[in-house]
């Protein structure tokens, strides 16, 4: 696996210098990110592409080549697997469409492909694809990239790698980071997983320095599997399924040929294999910096603090829609609160009033976070002083003291929110409802490791497999 994302040597397989040409976008990119390994475009001709040699075939490749990218008409790919498995060539990306979800012709082809990946112990990613991206090495073989419109996303190191089955998915969370403090740390794109699928990819990024694994896929190949595979992982995993509905069943067939399978039995399995399941497709990147930034949330009890008295009464409605509850705070805590200074409210929510120093912000965070009833906070300050912002960054420190998090909301617009985030590197999501539900994945995933350690003590699955088996294979 190691080498479909740092690769020693690549062959771009359809790269030429013909107007338009997409697989020359890929020598592009690595030109760009001045990426060290030895990289080969391989066209009719034989010519450069972009300052990389060419090559005529495959074949003619001096050396070893630890990788080849494929992009292709599909007629022409299971010929070029062939002469890859001639090389000595045992990783392969097809980045070409037009197999399985194309009709009967294109499943012909794919057949043909995977005889020879077969005949030649090939592994391959793909096809209908869009590659890999290691940002810790600048590996990125992603075609038709203009790499300045994404800023750094490319090559900023970051602890979060995502399994899409949509190359537009990977553009969402590459453009959604840049103004956030999560990065990503490696993305592949599966495609029609004709041989690679997402548990192989789970298994891969439970190995590395990933910290959390994010999904987004449109069906389900092998579900004892991933369930499998997803319950040996103590990491978090968040998934986003499309085909809910049987619209989008159809639309995700004819996108990348996999039905999307039954919706009820795939939550079920997410609950039994500790996948937690996303409801928007935002979540895939908004959600992760509550597991990078802060402890897990042991138990529902959230005490909500803010200097605006109806974003108590917000807080509260959106906490028990969700299933969070609102702490009850004991009398003596309500004492220690009074102590701190002249607040509006010291029941739950705390309403602050708009007269804070920094102590006063710490002394609360620290008197809530120590009391036994509250298992985690939600703060909403509107940030009208500097200090308010440098009181969020000693929060922080002191979440992870008492192993305890915050959810954070600033009433404020979008575009100051975005500000605060990128400038102090705070947590800050950008709305209610997005820190609550923060807080409710944080702890499904505490529930879920509880839950894994059960199981591996056991070993065994509480579940009937072969119906699930039914159920979730495509």
Not at 45 to 66: A, N
Not at 160 to 188: A, H, P, R, T
Not at 429 to 435: G, I, K, Q
Request: with cysteine.
């Amino acid at each position: 696996m190691e080498k479909f994302f740092n690769p020693q040597s690549v062959a771009v397989i359809g790269a030429s210098n013909s107007p338009f040409n997409l697989a020359a976008t890929i020598l592009n990119l690595l030109r760009h990110n001045c990426y060290p390994g030895d990289v080969y475009a391989i066209n009719r001709k034989g010519e450069s592409v972009h300052g990389f040699p060419g090559y005529s075939s495959v074949l003619d490749i001096p050396g070893k080549v630890d990788l080849a990218v494929i992009l292709l008409s599909a007629s022409q790919v299971p010929g070029i697997v062939r002469q890859c498995g001639e090389k000595g060539i045992q990783r392969i990306i097809i980045e070409s469409a037009g197999f399985s979800e194309a009709g009967e012709a294109g499943h012909l082809l794919q057949q043909e492909m995977e005889s020879h990946m077969r005949t030649y112990g090939i592994r391959i990613l793909g096809p209908n694809c869009l590659g890999t991206l290691n940002t810790q090495n600048r590996f990125c073989c992603f075609y038709g990239f203009v790499p300045e419109k994404y800023g750094e996303g490319f090559i900023t190191p970051g602890t979060i790698s995502y399994i899409i089955q949509s190359g537009g998915i990977g553009v969402l969370v590459l453009d959604s980071f840049s103004n956030d403090v999560c990065k990503v740390n490696k993305m592949v794109s599966i495609g029609n997983k004709s041989d690679l699928d997402e548990a192989d990819f789970i298994e891969y990024f439970n190995q590395d320095n990933t910290e959390v694994i994010g999904m987004y896929l449109e069906s389900i190949r092998d579900g004892i599997k991933l369930m499998k595979t997803a319950r040996r992982v103590k990491k978090p995993i968040l998934a986003f399924k499309v085909g809910r509905t049987e619209e989008g069943s159809h639309a995700a067939m004819s996108h990348t040929a996999g039905m999307a399978n039954n919706d009820v039995i795939f939550d079920s399995a997410c609950r039994q294999a500790g996948i937690i399941r996303l409801k928007s497709i935002s979540e895939l990147h908004s959600l992760p910096k509550i597991f990078t930034t802060m402890p897990l949330l042991r138990g529902k009890n959230i005490a909500v603090i803010t200097n605006s008295g109806a974003f108590g009464g917000i807080a509260a409605d959106i906490l028990v829609e969700q299933g969070m509850k609102l702490a009850s705070l004991a009398p003596h805590t309500q004492e220690r609160l009074a102590k701190t200074g002249q607040l509006f409210n010291i029941k739950n929510p705390v309403d602050l009033g708009p007269a804070m120093s920094k102590q006063m912000f710490i002394d609360i965070f620290d008197i809530l976070l120590s009391s036994n009833e509250v298992d985690g906070l939600l703060p909403i300050p509107n940030i009208w002083q500097d200090v308010v912002i440098e009181a969020i960054l000693d929060l922080i420190e002191i979440c992870k003291y008492y192993q305890k998090p915050a959810a954070l909301y600033i009433p404020n617009s979008i575009s100051k929110i975005l500000t605060i985030r990128t400038k102090y590197q705070i947590p800050v999501f950008e709305s209610p409802e997005e820190a609550v539900r923060a807080l409710v994945v944080s702890n499904q995933q505490y529930h879920y490791l509880l839950k894994k350690e059960r199981y591996h003590e056991r070993n065994s699955f509480e579940c009937d497999e072969t119906k699930l088996e039914h159920a979730l294979r495509v």
